[in-house]
């Protein structure tokens, strides 16, 4: 699979990128958070490290740690613009429920635990 950048996450994580082109890329990722267990991680990568698997969208990197890889792969990452908020959204195949504020995600490995 892949990770994906629909047409608005690109033109703003290519935006961030010409900014400071000594970045690697989009690092996306996920660590324990929040009430449900996976909060989504994303920033811009400085390097590419061992372990990490690069995923490339209209020639922009997208970096994944080892440890997030099995609990994003598929997801598209959209960005949405509502008045004066902004944020990244996640398009997840693996996200099998997700907190009631949002902010966490669980999978069908986490149900099984």
């Given at each position: 699979?892949?990770?994906t950048?629909?047409?608005?996450?690109?033109?703003?994580?290519q935006?961030?990128?010409?900014?400071?082109?000594?970045?690697?890329?989009?690092?996306?990722?996920?660590?324990?958070t929040?009430c449900?267990?996976w909060?989504?991680?994303i920033?811009?990568?400085?390097?590419?490290e061992?372990?990490?698997?690069?995923?490339?969208?209209?020639?922009?990197?997208?970096?994944?740690?080892?440890?997030s890889?099995?609990l994003?792969?598929?997801?598209?990452?959209?960005?949405?613009?509502?008045?004066?908020?902004?944020?990244?959204?996640?398009k997840?195949?693996?996200a099998?429920?997700?907190?009631?504020?949002?902010?966490?995600?669980?999978t069908?490995?986490d149900?099984?635990a």
């Amino acid at each position: 699979m892949a990770i994906t950048l629909a047409p608005a996450a690109l033109e703003r994580v290519q935006s961030y990128l010409a900014a400071e082109p000594a970045k690697a890329g989009l690092r996306f990722g996920v660590k324990r958070t929040g009430c449900s267990g996976w909060g989504y991680v994303i920033g811009l990568a400085d390097e590419v490290e061992a372990g990490d698997t690069v995923f490339a969208d209209h020639g922009v990197h997208i970096v994944v740690d080892a440890d997030s890889l099995p609990l994003v792969d598929g997801t598209e990452i959209d960005f949405l613009k509502a008045g004066l908020n902004e944020q990244f959204v996640f398009k997840n195949p693996k996200a099998q429920g997700e907190c009631g504020c949002g902010e966490s995600f669980t999978t069908d490995a986490d149900k099984a635990a």
